[in-house]
């Protein structure tokens, strides 16, 4: 883990590779070991880094309400610090939801972006998914809460084949898990994201992937995100759940493989 202080603030993240930079964005009480193995297939060619959010860490957590447009800002304050001018950017679900306001806020630090199984605007059901799951690690911990969360997150296909291994990705979790505040603020932050009446703003290209079968945000999110955006294309991996990107790494890595090429 690396450190670096940006105007009064320690920003805590992971660096891996040198080259054109490629910055990895976490979703919704995920934290920058979790873009591990991405990280070290594209630091074979790219200076790839990982910020974590308030909270993870060790970092504070925020003393209020904190957007996906405060994270966002927060990964422009790092990237500066560090001297980098432009990155494509890799987010997934709420780190995808940081990602457009990133490019919203700061083009020039984006020159092309990765959005995995996220949204511009949550749907009802996706909603009360949500802040559900918030409430119940609210109420009962964390603990009794991951395993309707892992079924939220993971695909039939794959959850079914991997019922034990995520079982041993619980425990491991819990060995050393997140402030219940993240989960919080991180939700709040999900529930009020909106950025679909901008994304025509964002002149990079980007990918847009997602997984057929999500259950969280269903696959007409990430159409509907694709759609707004003047240079998107939209990929679906037909038996990925929401996160197809750790479900198949490898047709992740494929399908960035050929966007950045592009």
């Known amino acids: 883990m690396k450190y670096l202080d940006v105007q009064g603030e320690r920003i805590a993240y992971e660096e891996i590779g040198s080259g054109p930079p490629l910055v990895f964005i976490s979703g919704w009480g995920g934290a920058a070991a979790e873009w591990r193995g991405d990280m070290e297939y594209f630091g074979r060619f790219m200076r790839c880094l990982a910020p974590e959010h308030p909270g993870v860490a060790g970092q504070p957590l925020p003393d209020g309400p904190f957007s996906t447009r405060d994270m966002a800002g927060r990964i ?3 990237l500066d610090g560090l001297g ?20 919203l806020m700061r083009p020039d630090l984006v020159d092309r972006l990765v959005l995995c199984g996220t949204f511009a605007r949550l749907d009802a059901r996706a909603a009360r998914g949500i802040e559900g799951c918030a409430r119940l690690i609210g109420t009962c911990g964390l603990k009794a809460s991951l395993d309707m969360i892992y079924w939220l997150a993971f695909g039939p296909t794959f959850y079914d084949k991997n019922l034990n291994a995520l079982d041993d990705a619980r425990e491991a979790f819990l060995r050393d898990p997140l402030p219940a505040g993240v989960f919080a603020y991180q939700a709040q932050a999900c529930l009020d994201h909106d950025t679909l009446d901008r994304l025509g703003g964002i002149a990079c290209p980007a990918l847009v992937l997602h997984g057929g079968e999500d259950i969280l945000l269903r696959p007409r999110l990430g159409r509907e995100l694709a759609q707004a955006l003047p240079h998107a294309r939209f990929s679906l ?14 047709h992740f890595r494929d399908e960035v493989d050929a966007f950045l090429a592009e």
């Open 84 to 103: 980098i001018g432009s990155a494509a950017v890799a987010g997934l679900s709420m780190g995808g939801a940081v990602a457009q306001e990133l490019a």
């Open 76 to 78: 422009a304050r790092l």
């Open 237 to 250: 991996m037909e038996d990925g759940g929401h996160l197809c990107v750790w479900e198949r790494p490898d």
